[in-house]
C-alpha cells in the first residue's frame, strides 16, 4: 500500500474509530505513522499554520542549550549511581562465589 492510499484509508476510519491505537491495530501500522498522519492532516487544513512555527531566538537557543546541559548532567550522575550499584551487585556475587567454592 503507498503511502497515500494508507493516509486515505487512514483518514477515511479515523472518523469511525475513537483511538489511534485502536486504528493502529485496525490497519496494522505503528501508532507513531497513524499519529504523523493525523497531525498532518490537520495541518494540511488549518487556518492558522503560523501557529504550528517554532522560532528560537539567540535568548532561546541559549536557554535550550543550558536545559540540555542539565539534563545530560543529571543523566550522568544517574548513570554513576547505577554503575556503583551494579558493581556493589557484582562485589556481592563475586564474594558468595567465592566462599560457596571454598
Given at each position: 500500500?503507498s503511502?497515500?492510499?494508507l ?6 476510519r ?8 485502536s ?8 501508532v ?7 497531525k ?11 501557529s504550528?512555527?517554532y522560532?528560537?531566538?539567540d ?5 535550550k ?6 539534563f ?10 547505577l554503575?556503583?550499584?551494579?558493581e556493589?551487585?557484582?562485589?556481592d ?5 567465592v566462599s560457596t567454592?571454598?
Amino acid at each position: 500500500m503507498s503511502d497515500e492510499e494508507l493516509e486515505l484509508v487512514m483518514l477515511r476510519r479515523a472518523e469511525a474509530i475513537t483511538s489511534q491505537r485502536s486504528l493502529s491495530c485496525e490497519i496494522g501500522y505503528s501508532v507513531g505513522k497513524v499519529n504523523y498522519v493525523l497531525k498532518g492532516e490537520r495541518f494540511l487544513s488549518s487556518e492558522k499554520k503560523v501557529s504550528y512555527r517554532y522560532l528560537l531566538t539567540d535568548a532561546g537557543i541559549k536557554e535550550k542549550i543550558a536545559l540540555t546541559r542539565k539534563f545530560v548532567a543529571s543523566k550522568k550522575r544517574e548513570y554513576e549511581v547505577l554503575q556503583a550499584e551494579l558493581e556493589g551487585y557484582e562485589a556481592d556475587t563475586q564474594m558468595k562465589n567465592v566462599s560457596t567454592n571454598a
